[in-house]
């Protein structure tokens, strides 16, 4: 009898609380379009323009649907020397559909920025009904979980990024995988194979959108452990194994197949490289020769992450090199460890215990390929805080329900709801055990809650209006954090001086400042950008390239640039400096200094060594470099061989390089005008000056200014 009156009476407050969470889910997704409205205005920043602009696989005409999906995140060959390894079609498919409507102009970006809004209010929504689907807090816990997820300041680069959608878009499928996964065990039908099979296709989805969401089912199996397997009631007042126990541990292992099955599928699909290649100034743990030193400085960097959720005080483009400060002792770390994993330990006796442990799933399973175990190419990155702080958001909102004393109106409603709670009528065994939780949630301080709050009646408590007042007051200073950051994104110049802001160590910030200076022809502050980047990171090599550059091109002064290029093209064995591109420039400053035989030696180094480290295709204007250098020095016939030689390799034969080869010969010819060498056009070499006057007119209108031969006008 008392179970049935407790299961009439969830029923009916199941049927209120529905139709709260329905307006709770709008006023979520409402918040956090209005939070990212600003970035309609903004353009393309950091790696938006490599993702949009630069990307053949967002054009239909030159790219197919299968090319995507063989593509890396960037539209290179994912088993190419050049790739990066990011795999995520999904998301390169969301980009594409937008380019064939908008295009993919710098005047379309606001349709790009617009998909990512309603996406990110869409993951925010989902997360939300989660929350409430699995009673996993209060009324006012899940909208406090919700709040906080969506106006948390880290998720700022997700939101307002471009590419962050990869992130928004992969969570979306995540929340699926573990819904209908958790859908499957609640089942006791057929149905529950069906709802299994999708949830493995949404984990799919995930890991497509994303490499993350290959953990979906990692995260639903140990959701299923402690809310069904109960595994950290075992042993504690006298409760056994539950009956289920077995299809807990057949999914469990399904899940575990499955995923080890995915994991190996991408190891193949990437290739031999499963991480993408990184410089020390990029990741400089990575180059950590001792072990015992790499584990710390790892460590040390769990604990940032961990800080930064709780107080996301500062954000920056790069964290790379030297932002975060070395540590001198484990404190930090074992600190946040402490607060990570010994949470649980202090709920296991009261009825939080399998709520604060999924607490530590949310947080500890996500963020795995991002604590060391897969080197990727940063120290630190705001983008892979957005599923860890599920976790925190859980947090807050079980907090929230503790303090403000409200609790989820009976605990059967964790363990399934009502089918759940009418099956246990069937047993005597379940009854008693239904009636002992009735009892417990009646009791209340028996297992360290406060006065319970009738959820669902609109009365809350004195408590809870206090508690409210709190988390307005935080919300107000995340809401007012994401909207400044959101504005930085509008534009590279105000997204970098915000990093080196936050961040003032920052050697590449520093550099990307300098870059943005340099594209708007503010000499001055570019070189001070760059030579406060060479400060910071002696090795910087991209640093003293770019000061020689700025020396060489824009106050020609070819001493202090040789003196630059010569501090960019030192050895380094951790690769922090671009030696093929510091030699190239470091020839051409040579050969302005008439070393041309020097010249030439340090450019066909750079090219060599360009190849060496396996980056694809060498830059054409590496080789027009050289050939140019070899022309100056005498050597025509290795100036002709080089751009010939050059054009007969695969993809190379177009018509910017011709154009380049075409240039290349008026020099040669220039030289040698005297024996009227000028006039010998060959049948192929008048048909590669048709085509480069044909697509690139410039070209003869700089022929004509240096008052070349008739031979080449006239063609």
């Avoid at 807990?248 to 499963?274: C, D, N, P, T």
């Avoid at 599920?390 to 964790?414: I, K, M, N, R, S």
């Avoid at 064995?573 to 010249?599: I, V």
Wanted: net charge positive; aromatic share 10%.
């Amino acid at each position: 009898k008392l179970q049935f009156l407790y299961l009439i009476e969830y029923t009916k407050r199941r049927g209120r609380m529905g139709v709260a969470h329905i307006l709770d889910v709008a006023v979520v997704a409402a918040c956090a379009c209005a939070l990212y409205w600003n970035t309609l205005g903004a353009g393309y920043c950091l790696d938006d323009s490599s993702a949009i602009r630069d990307n053949l696989d967002l054009d239909s005409s030159k790219t197919t649907i299968r090319g995507v999906f063989s593509n890396d995140f960037w539209g290179d060959p994912l088993l190419s020397n050049s790739s990066n390894k990011s795999y995520r079609p999904l998301t390169v498919l969301t980009f594409r559909w937008t380019a064939d409507i908008f295009g993919k102009g710098e005047d379309a970006a606001w349709a790009y920025h617009a998909g990512n809004i309603v996406l990110y209010a869409v993951v925010c929504a989902l997360w939300h009904w989660f929350v409430a689907r699995r009673d996993l807090v209060s009324r006012g816990g899940c909208l406090v979980s919700s709040l906080v997820f969506a106006f948390h300041p880290m998720h700022v680069e997700n939101g307002a990024s471009v590419v962050g959608r990869a992130d928004v878009l992969g969570m979306i499928f995540m929340l699926a995988s573990i819904d209908w996964y958790l859908r499957a065990a609640a089942e006791r039908s057929p149905r529950a194979a069906a709802w299994f099979a999708a949830a493995v296709v949404a984990c799919v989805a995930s890991m497509l959108s994303k490499e993350l969401g290959m953990l979906s089912l990692a995260i639903a199996a140990a959701f299923d452990l402690l809310l069904n397997g109960r595994v950290l009631r075992w042993g504690v007042r006298d409760e056994a194994m539950p009956k289920g126990m077995r299809d807990v541990a057949v999914r469990f292992a399904l899940a575990a197949v499955i995923s080890m099955g995915l994991l190996v599928a991408a190891r193949k699909a990437r290739g031999h490289m499963l991480s993408p290649s990184m410089t020390f100034i990029d990741n400089p743990i990575f180059y950590e020769k001792s072990s015992a030193t790499r584990v710390m400085m790892y460590t040390h960097v769990h604990a940032w992450y961990l800080l930064l959720l709780f107080a996301p005080l500062w954000s920056c483009a790069d964290w790379g090199y030297n932002v975060l400060p070395k540590p001198e002792t484990p404190l930090a770390a074992v600190l946040a460890y402490l607060i990570v994993f010994g949470t649980p330990l202090c709920f296991l006796r009261t009825a939080y215990r399998e709520k604060v442990a999924l607490c530590t799933v949310l947080l500890v399973v996500p963020f795995l390929p991002a604590s060391g175990i897969v080197p990727v190419g940063t120290v630190l990155a705001e983008r892979l805080l957005l599923i860890p702080s599920t976790g925190f958001a859980l947090g807050a909102g079980l907090l929230y329900d503790y303090v403000a004393g409200e609790e989820v109106w009976g605990p059967v409603a964790a363990r399934g709801g009502a089918k759940l709670a009418a099956a246990a009528v069937n047993t005597k065994e379940t009854k008693k055990e239904a009636q002992k939780e009735v009892k417990e949630a009646k009791k209340g301080k028996k297992d360290g809650k406060r006065e319970v709050s009738k959820e669902g009646s609109g009365a809350p408590t004195g408590r809870a209006l206090a508690v409210w007042g709190v988390v307005g007051a935080v919300l107000a200073w995340y809401a007012a954090l994401t909207v400044e950051r959101c504005y930085a994104w509008h534009s590279p110049m105000a997204l970098f001086s915000q990093g080196i802001r936050d961040c003032p160590t920052s050697a590449k910030g520093h550099v990307q400042v300098g870059t943005v200076a340099m594209q708007n022809r503010n000499v001055s502050l570019g070189l001070a950008m760059f030579k406060r980047a060479s400060e910071i990171a002696p090795m910087y090599g991209t640093a003293h390239m770019s000061v020689g550059r700025i020396y060489a091109e824009e106050l020609n002064d070819l001493d202090k640039a040789l003196a630059s290029f010569e501090l960019a093209i030192v050895p380094d064995k951790k690769g922090a400096r671009p030696d093929d591109e510091a030699l190239r420039e470091y020839g051409k400053t040579l050969c302005k200094l008439q070393r041309f035989d020097e010249g030439v030696k340090a450019i066909a180094k750079g090219i060599e060594g360009a190849r060496r480290k396996g980056r694809g295709k060498v830059k054409p204007q590496m080789y027009s470099d050289l050939a140019t250098a070899q022309a100056m020095s005498g050597d025509d016939k290795g100036s002709l061989r080089t751009f010939e030689g050059y054009l007969g390799l695969p993809d190379n034969a177009n018509e910017v390089n011709y154009c380049q080869w075409v240039r290349t010969y008026l020099v040669v010819a220039k030289r040698d005008r005297q024996k009227e060498k000028a006039k010998d056009w060959t049948d192929k070499q008048q048909e590669i000056l048709l085509i480069a006057a044909k697509k690139c007119p410039d070209m003869v209108h700089v022929g004509q200014d240096q008052g070349e031969k008739p031979g080449y006008n006239k063609v």
